[in-house]
């Protein structure tokens, strides 16, 4: 369950980073499948194609998903940059690891890197 689980999480993460550079009918396509938990046959029957149809757009659009990943590092380098986030943020909170002023400064930096990281995804 725990492998099902962070596939999907995965599958929408790299929608969310390269959904935007699919076609019309991937993205609406993997939408169904990723988000709206749609089976192929469901799918196949809306859009009024066949079952393999989709099954081979759905791998095929995973791989172009997972090459924009390979080549660009977006992900990667998010999940990083938030990680870093959390370090700073956990060590400006720290009992008297600065005074208060400088601690807040700290502390909405951060949450303003964490913002931007997320605008638009």
């Given amino acids: 369950m725990a492998d099902e689980t962070e596939k999907i999480v995965a599958q929408g993460l790299l929608?969310?980073?390269?959904g935007s550079l699919l076609t019309a009918h991937?993205?609406?396509i993997y939408e169904l499948a990723v988000y709206n938990d749609f089976s192929l046959s469901e799918i196949a029957e809306a859009e009024?194609?066949?079952k393999q149809a989709v099954h081979d757009?759905?791998?095929r659009t995973t791989a172009i998903?997972?090459?924009y990943e390979e080549r660009?590092?977006?992900i990667r380098r998010f999940q990083k940059i938030e990680a870093l986030c959390g370090e700073a943020e956990r060590a400006a909170a720290q009992d008297g690891a600065a005074p208060d002023a400088a601690?807040?400064?700290y502390l909405t930096s951060i949450q303003r890197i964490r913002e931007e990281l997320t605008?638009?995804?």
Wanted: no cysteine.
């Fill in 103 to 105: 601690r807040q400064m």
């Fill in 15 to 18: 929608y969310d980073f390269y």
């Fill in 26 to 28: 991937q993205q609406k």
């Fill in 65 to 67: 998903l997972e090459s």
């Fill in 72 to 74: 660009l590092h977006m």
């Fill in 119 to 121: 605008d638009g995804i």
């Fill in 57 to 59: 757009l759905l791998r």
């Fill in 48 to 50: 009024q194609v066949s």
